[in-house]
């Protein structure tokens, strides 16, 4: 027997790498975990993701659903559980949702939403599909406390809500390396797409302006199809800012390291595993004291209330000119990583409520 696993949205095995990419590589290798003893394997790489609201797309995309259920179906028997990750109105769950209910066997999600402001309009159909596979899980995985109060809004009787926190795929970190000076070198990973990942560019880019800072440097790692406008807001900077495009896993861990502060907003972040990655490092981080972001960060000085590139400002340089709170950012961020945020965590926690739902 083994344990299915669906991303909708993006697979694990997609050529282009994001963070919902990653999301669903580390949740394969927490699940594998199990103390079961189930393996785990990816039964679907169908994506269901309409970016547009083009109606004829979503039929287009059911039909394909309709056929790989079909196709699934001829040797589910090997299943004992199923678990999607992220399941919403852009990308539904058409296929393990029916499948598990076929196949009568417990329905996990990991990462879903309702969404009934999206009833009507051009997603209609497909955040129908998607709030419908929300009620029919046995049980749901919330990353952030802003999903489980929209999840227990509407949550059936018998459907448990556990919270899931967000996670690096790695058992333990290293010690933090010892007070070194402060370099000033600043660095912000992200995608360059349309929307929020531009406008947290925006912002990082009017807020350099107003560092007291005088010796500050910026690197920007990413790639995408806003990087024409991204690398126009940093022209005015010149040779201060440097941009290393999309790197591989290594090079971004180097980034990393490299990097006295790490700077991004995060304009309606999920939460953001950059975050994660760049504390991982020892990394102060400065952001926008968001939902979902004040959930993976350590330290109260990363957060700014204020949403203003001024006050993004203020945070950067108080980081760059105080040793002390420095330090302290990079400890309280540390410590809250290796505590909350690791990969033996996320496996406990998915492997318990396994357990408890396959005993039902």
Request: aromatic residues 8%.
């Amino acid at each position: 027997m083994q344990l299915a696993f669906y991303a909708p949205l993006k697979s694990p095995d997609h050529p282009v790498p994001s963070g919902d990419r990653q999301i669903a590589q580390s949740l394969m290798a927490a699940l594998s975990m199990n103390s079961q003893g189930l393996p785990v394997t990816l039964a679907s790489t169908l994506r269901c993701f309409d970016g547009q609201g083009d109606r004829q797309v979503q039929q287009q995309i059911s039909a394909r659903a309709g056929a790989e259920v079909a196709r699934l179906l001829k040797d589910g028997d090997r299943w004992r559980a199923w678990v999607t990750y992220h399941n919403y109105y852009k990308a539904p769950d058409l296929v393990g949702v029916a499948v598990s209910r076929r196949l009568k066997i417990p329905y996990m999600l990991i990462e879903a939403s309702i969404a009934r402001r999206r009833l009507q309009g051009p997603w209609a159909n497909f955040a129908a599909s998607a709030d419908a596979a929300t009620e029919a899980a046995d049980v749901v995985f919330y990353l952030t406390d802003k999903d489980r109060i929209a999840l227990e809004q509407h949550r059936p009787a018998d459907q448990t809500l556990v919270h899931l926190a967000p996670f690096l795929e790695r058992t333990d970190l290293p010690e933090l390396p010892p007070v070194a000076q402060i370099s000033n070198r600043l660095l912000a990973v992200g995608m360059h797409r349309y929307g929020d990942k531009l406008e947290s560019y925006r912002i990082l880019a009017a807020a350099l302006a107003y560092l007291t800072t005088t010796d500050w440097q910026l690197c920007i790692v990413g790639d995408g199809p806003a990087h024409l406008e991204v690398k126009a807001l940093f022209e005015s900077f010149g040779s201060r800012v440097t941009f290393a495009g999309q790197l591989d896993q290594g090079a971004v861990a180097a980034a990393y390291r490299d990097a006295s502060v790490f700077v991004w907003p995060g304009v309606n972040e999920a939460f953001g595993m950059v975050y994660l990655e760049a504390q991982a490092a020892g990394v102060p981080v400065v952001a926008q004291d968001r939902a979902g972001v004040r959930e993976v960060i350590g330290s109260p000085h990363s957060l700014v209330a204020d949403y203003s590139p001024h006050a993004m400002a203020r945070a950067i340089d108080a980081t760059l000119a105080d040793p002390q709170q420095y330090r302290l950012m990079q400890r309280t961020g540390h410590e809250l990583v290796r505590r909350r945020h690791l990969l033996g965590a996320a496996a406990a926690t998915l492997s318990r409520q396994l357990a408890l739902v396959l005993e039902r």
